[in-house]
């Protein structure tokens, strides 16, 4: 039953060398032509800053422009763009008048995530390719109109998970079975210990910021003091709370390697358990399950009071358990094995991977991936293809989860799906939650 793990770290190099080809990263087969891209959210120490960098590190590509509504951000990274390349970019605070620019090809959109779905929308629609952090919606219904969006429009699109282009994962995937028999049930879980946010006050804005543009699609409100450019995470006007902020991450790999969709029962417990008395609105605590058909199971936890002692010593992990073993897959390069009694059988890590984790990163601690997703984005950019790494079916399905899992938390009930087609049954709850009101004239439409 067993397959060894010669055998299995073959197929991570294996894996490592086919993706990272598929990606024609820095300077292999340097291309004639450039890829000229908009940066979306680039504020220096955030994911876009990060990215926009990984993005000028990949040969014949141009960071044509950068879009931020700080505009300290915006003057850095037009700053780095020109330190590097030796180029100006354009700056510009609204991404919609970057949009009008005809020799951009595509947009990377790190906004917070009341923006992630609108912008890329609005791209698809101005026929670029789009590159958009997780979580990819803001609630079900975004998710459901970029599927329908990226099909009319024939988008090359991609969600920033980026585990989707980690060879050790390809290699688990291809024998899995082989390794535990049959996957039945995943746990993957989040630990990190976030402290209170305090009471925000009703303050004027900042003369940095475009509060109107921060807000963007999201019906507007009263600047406050303890909002940006953080703790909107943690408010539902705006955030999808830790669920929607890392969940997305192990639980897109669950579902990839159980090989399932939609779920037809979804059950969370927790709360604010550790903190209390500040702006928070999401959870500081929360365990989610989802049942699919065919008896499987994903649980997903978030455990703020648990960064010191998180499970098997992991802060952002998931186990995976079949009918003969289990998995259990430690920062993204190293697996171990275990057999039915719980005993280890082996561990082992990628080989010749573009590889590496820093826990004490918070941004990213998995950012040496980034070169790997990245790159197959640039490269199905070129080749005008629309199967990138992770498109927007995908990143749905898997962003879904998070969404159900803070509507069944929300609501104290059980929420009931069909699993063929992701909609709520008769009678389930769920349906007030399921999409969000527009400011208007932000309203999304395919």
Not at 6 to 26: C, D
Not at 30 to 59: D, E, Q, W, Y
Not at 410 to 430: N, V, Y
Request: hydrophobic share 40%.
């Amino acid at each position: 039953m067993n397959v060894n793990r010669r055998a299995f770290v073959k197929n991570t190099a294996l894996a490592s060398v086919s993706i990272a080809a598929s990606g024609k990263l820095f300077g292999q087969d340097a291309p004639s032509n450039t890829v000229r891209i908009a940066v979306m959210g680039c504020h220096r120490g955030g994911r876009g800053f990060g990215l926009m960098k990984t993005l000028m590190s990949n040969a014949g590509v141009e960071i044509a422009a950068v879009c931020d509504v700080d505009s300290r951000a915006l003057a850095a990274a037009s700053e780095e763009v020109q330190k590097v390349s030796g180029k100006a970019p354009k700056a510009d605070a609204d991404i919609r008048r970057l949009l009008e620019d005809k020799s951009i090809d595509g947009v990377l959109c790190a906004a917070p995530d009341h923006w992630h779905a609108p912008a890329a929308l609005m791209a698809m629609k101005a026929g670029k390719a789009i590159y958009v952090e997780k979580p990819v919606s803001h609630n079900p219904r975004e998710g459901e109109i970029l599927v329908e969006a990226a099909k009319k429009y024939n988008a090359i699109f991609q969600v920033g998970t980026q585990r989707r282009s980690a060879p050790v994962y390809h290699a688990l995937l291809k024998d899995l079975k082989g390794l535990i028999g049959e996957p039945r049930f995943a746990r993957c879980w989040y630990a990190r210990r976030r402290g209170p946010i305090g009471n925000g006050k009703v303050v004027p804005v900042p003369d940095w910021l475009n509060w109107d543009l921060w807000q963007g699609p999201a019906p507007r409100r009263e600047y406050l003091s303890n909002v940006v450019h953080y703790d909107w995470h943690w408010r539902w006007h705006w955030g999808t709370g830790e669920s929607g902020n890392n969940a997305t991450h192990t639980l897109d790999v669950a579902r990839w390697m159980l090989g399932l969709d939609y779920p037809q029962r979804v059950t969370s417990g927790g709360g604010r358990l550790f903190y209390g008395g500040d702006d928070w609105e999401a959870y500081d605590t929360q365990t989610a399950t989802f049942e699919f058909p065919g008896q499987k199971f994903i649980t997903w936890e978030g455990l703020s009071s648990l960064e010191n002692n998180p499970p098997y010593g992991i802060g952002a992990g998931l186990i995976i358990y079949g009918l003969e073993g289990a998995i259990l897959v430690e920062s993204d390069t190293v697996c171990r094995q275990f057999d039915k009694k719980g005993k280890e059988v082996q561990k082992w890590s990628s080989a010749n991977a573009t590889e590496g984790y820093d826990p004490n990163n918070s941004v990213n601690p998995t950012a040496a991936l980034d070169p790997l997703h990245i790159g197959k984005w640039i490269s199905c950019i070129r080749r005008k293809d629309t199967a990138t790494a992770a498109p927007a079916a995908d990143a749905h399905k898997s962003t879904f989860l998070t969404h159900l899992a803070n509507i069944a938390q929300r609501t104290g009930e059980t929420i009931r799906l069909d699993p063929a087609t992701g909609q709520l049954t008769s009678g389930s709850p769920g349906k007030d939650l399921w999409a969000r009101e527009y400011e208007k004239g932000w309203e999304m439409t395919v």
